[in-house]
C-alpha cells in the first residue's frame, strides 16, 4: 500500500516528519470539546506575528491557529492555559488539515542556545 493509505496505518516512514513548531499567545481561554475519534479535546485558539509580504512589514500583521490538544495534555498544565498566557506548542498536522499537539509548554519557547525558557 502506498501513499496516504500506507500513512494512515503506520506503514509510511515519512509519517515522522509531520512535526510542527508553534509559539504564541492564547487569544481565548480554552475551551473543552470532542475530537474526532470521540475522545475529550481542548481547543486553544493561538495567536502569533505573521507577516505576509514585503510590504506589510511596517505594521503588526497578526494570525491565529486552533489547536486541538488531547485531554491527557491539556490537564498537565491546568491553570496555565489561560487567555494571554504565552504558550509554545509541538504537534502534527491532521489529515483534515488541522493540528493536534503533542506537547504544550507555558511561557515562551525554550532558548535553542541554552535549552532554557528565555526567561
Known amino acids: 500500500m502506498e501513499g496516504a493509505a500506507g500513512a494512515v496505518q503506520g506503514q509510511d516512514p ?3 516528519l509531520n512535526r510542527l513548531f508553534l509559539s504564541g499567545v492564547l487569544a481565548a481561554d480554552p475551551q473543552g470539546d470532542v475530537g474526532r475519534d470521540g475522545k475529550p479535546v481542548t481547543l486553544l485558539l493561538v495567536a502569533f506575528p505573521a507577516p505576509d509580504s514585503a510590504d506589510t512589514q511596517g505594521r503588526l500583521e497578526t ?6 490538544v488531547p485531554e491527557c495534555v491539556a490537564d498537565r498544565h491546568g491553570e496555565q492555559l ?3 498566557n504565552a ?7 491532521s489529515g483534515g488539515g488541522g493540528v493536534i499537539a503533542t506537547e504544550v509548554h507555558s511561557g515562551p519557547p525554550p532558548d535553542r542556545q541554552t535549552g532554557r ?3
Open 82 to 84: 489561560r487567555a494571554g
Open 117 to 119: 525558557d528565555g526567561r
Open 14 to 16: 515519512r509519517l515522522k
Open 63 to 68: 494570525a491565529s491557529c486552533e489547536i486541538e
Open 87 to 93: 504558550v509554545f506548542i509541538t504537534g502534527q498536522l
